[in-house]
């Protein structure tokens, strides 16, 4: 499975390929990063947090895992929040072009 990290690169695969993008959190602060796609060409299939190191509380790598729907291009913005609260403490957005 590809896995992306910058947002400045195009996110490129193929129709029905999983792929997942990797992110930097620490969710024992109650920040998450929440994705919004296009039900059209990109599906959330799961996430999954990866500790950078020992420790309770420890930072690391928020993973999360799409597929692929159909071809075409669109977008992944991904706000890191706590999900009680509506403002963000991070936006990011990937492009994505699907073959």
């Not at 947002?7 to 930097?24: D, Q």
């Amino acid at each position: 499975m590809q896995r992306f990290t910058d947002p400045a690169t195009a996110v490129r695969v193929a129709a029905g390929e999983e792929f997942a993008l990797a992110l930097p959190g620490n969710p024992s602060t109650g920040y998450t990063w929440q994705a919004s796609v296009d039900p059209r060409y990109l599906e959330l299939t799961g996430r999954e947090f990866e500790p950078g190191g020992p420790g309770v509380g420890a930072a690391g790598t928020e993973v999360l895992h799409f597929r692929a729907l159909t071809a075409g291009k669109t977008e992944i913005t991904c706000e890191q929040r706590r999900p009680w609260e509506g403002k963000s403490l991070k936006t990011t957005q990937f492009r994505v072009v699907i073959q």
